[in-house]
């Protein structure tokens, strides 16, 4: 179970935001010789997709996920093939997979593309700079 | 007037948009400070920096801008030196070990690769390879739900039952991606994600790892993947803490 937004195409899912801002604070060469600006406050970017609490209340909430799920969509199927849930989540969950993933494929981060957006949203024609940086990572 | 630094390059340095801004309301012009064949990506600090999403999105938009052009090092984000005199010091100080970096880097980017679990899908494949949870489910179905304690017993196997197919998952991601990296990271610890790896790739070798991750959404519907790249190699400017060959079943969360 994931909150994340589907990604659609030629968009920017904050979810995709946040997982380039954790490797800007996270990561990147430290030198010890800057004074690093203190990170006090950055709850902003702990998000938690999903919560997980082992125990009574994760096993009922398994239990009745259990009930509520389309058993005969698979049932005709010899299990343990991919495909079998495949078919099933095919309008759903896969659909949104596959939009990410055509976003990926085009190499253009979203986080990138939204920043520089965001940035110039009071300049002028930002998709032209986004389909320029495109020619030119080419 | 202190130094904001965002990265790292070769001189001249990455021809930079005109009126590219970085960090601060309002945003401060970036410039660079030139010394020993190196040039630092810099622009005035602002009082009272904080970590906010906008500053951080700056830096990277900077960074992001710069590396279209030239590999840079990328500083992780609040790195301020008192002036442009300290920033253009540490890089005479350090110019080899800069340069050594940079040429290790030449040509690769980070792609960060995090996946997560469909919950109904995990929950669909969960029972079709185990027919006693399924068999379980249909019991407890044709009981109206079962009772309490049968209802805890299935949430308990099948609770199980999707952490073991997280691991199983995880491993395979890893056996799958790491051929097209040639270093790979954990990325930083979050939850909700059974995997997130960051992986040091090649130009040459991006479009075989979007294809593995396609082909891996395709074939195990249960995975969410989500791919941000070519990506400044965050994770990969110091030597120290990347390996090859990182522990599997290690979950990120």
């Known amino acids: 179970m994931t909150v994340a937004p589907a990604q659609q195409q030629g968009g920017g899912g904050t979810g995709n935001l946040y997982d380039v801002l954790e490797l800007v604070l996270d990561r990147g060469l430290v030198i010890d010789a800057f004074v690093r600006v203190s990170l006090v406050g950055i709850e902003i970017l702990k998000i938690d997709v999903r919560v997980v609490v082992a125990g009574v209340d994760t096993y009922l909430r398994f239990a009745e996920a259990c009930n509520r799920l389309d058993l005969e969509s698979g049932r005709n199927k010899s299990p343990g093939l991919p495909d079998v849930v495949g078919e099933m989540t095919e309008s759903g969950a896969r659909g949104k997979t596959k939009g990410a993933l055509s976003g990926a494929a085009q190499t253009v981060s979203d986080a990138y593309r939204q920043a520089r957006e965001e940035s110039r949203e009071r300049e002028e024609a930002p998709r032209r700079s986004t389909s320029r940086r495109k020619e030119e990572r080419e | ?253």
């Open chain 2, 1 to 253: 007037m202190s130094t904001y630094v965002y990265g790292i390059a070769a001189a001249p340095g990455p021809p930079l948009p005109d009126g590219l801004t970085g960090v601060g309301d309002p945003p401060r012009p970036v410039r660079t400070v030139e010394r020993e064949g190196l040039v630092a990506l810099v622009s005035d600090a602002p009082p009272e920096l904080r970590p906010k999403r906008r500053e951080l999105l700056a830096h990277q938009r900077v960074l992001a801008e710069a590396g279209a052009h030239a590999q840079v090092l990328p500083l992780r984000f609040g790195s301020v030196s008192a002036d442009d005199e300290t920033a253009g010091g540490v890089l005479e100080e350090r110019a080899e070990h800069f340069r050594e970096r940079l040429a290790a880097l030449e040509g690769k980017a980070e792609y960060n690769v995090k996946a997560a679990h469909h919950e109904e899908a995990v929950l669909h494949r969960v029972l079709a390879d185990r027919p006693e949870l399924r068999a379980a489910t249909e019991a407890n179905r044709a009981a109206g739900g079962g009772s309490h304690e049968e209802k805890l017993r299935l949430g308990e196997q099948m609770a199980t039952a999707v952490q073991a197919q997280e691991t199983a998952d995880e491993a395979l991601l890893r056996s799958v991606l790491e051929p097209y990296a040639s270093e790979v990271s954990e990325g930083p610890r979050s939850t909700g994600w059974l995997a997130n790896l960051s992986l040091l790739v090649g130009e040459e070798s991006a479009a075989g790892l979007l294809d593995a991750v396609d082909e891996l959404a395709e074939l195990h519907p249960q995975l969410d993947l989500r791919v941000n790249g070519p990506l400044p190699p965050y994770s990969f400017v110091e030597r120290t803490g990347a390996t090859a060959d990182p522990p599997v079943g290690h979950a990120a969360r």
